[in-house]
C-alpha cells in the first residue's frame, strides 16, 4: 500500500479560545502551546483526539493524546480519526514526525504550522488490524 497524508485519515480542527481563558483550579484540560495542558472550566470537545501545538519559538511542536471532555487555545490543532483509522496509529505516525514537523514549520522569530504543512504529513498506510497490531491496541 502507498502511504498516504494527514488530512486522508484525520480530521483536523483548531481551538477557538485565547490562552487566558485558563484558571488555576479549573474543571477540564485545556490543551495549548505548551508542554503539559491548563485547566479550563468549560469544554468544546468530548471526543478521543491528538492535539498538536501550532507554535513553538524553537519549532519544538508538542504532541499530546486524551480521550474525554477538553477545551483547545486557537493555535493548537485538534486531529481525530475518520472511519477505519486508529488514533493512537495517527498518534503514532505523528511523534515520529516530529523533526520533518519542526523542518517544514514557518516563522523566524516563532515557528509555527500552517493548516497545510499538517494535511500534508505522510502517514503509513496499512489495514486497521495492522494499525491495531502496531499500536498494541
Given at each position: ?16 479560545l485565547d490562552s487566558n ?117
Amino acid at each position: 500500500m502507498k502511504n498516504s497524508n494527514l488530512k486522508t485519515v484525520a480530521n483536523i480542527t483548531t481551538g477557538k479560545l485565547d490562552s487566558n481563558y485558563a484558571v488555576n483550579d479549573g474543571i477540564y484540560p485545556f490543551f495549548t502551546c505548551a508542554p503539559e495542558p491548563l485547566k479550563i472550566n468549560t469544554y468544546c470537545y468530548d471526543c478521543n483526539a491528538i492535539m498538536v501545538a501550532g507554535n513553538n519559538a524553537q519549532g519544538n511542536f508538542h504532541i499530546n493524546r486524551y480521550n474525554g471532555k477538553f477545551n483547545a487555545y486557537q493555535r493548537t490543532y485538534v486531529v481525530t480519526a475518520k472511519e477505519n483509522y486508529n488514533i493512537d496509529f495517527i498518534y503514532y505516525n505523528l511523534k515520529t514526525a516530529l523533526q520533518q514537523l519542526k523542518n517544514k514549520s514557518q516563522g523566524s522569530q516563532t515557528k509555527f504550522l500552517t493548516l497545510k504543512i499538517l494535511e500534508n504529513l505522510p502517514i503509513e498506510n496499512v489495514y486497521y488490524k495492522d494499525q491495531l497490531r502496531i499500536t498494541n491496541t
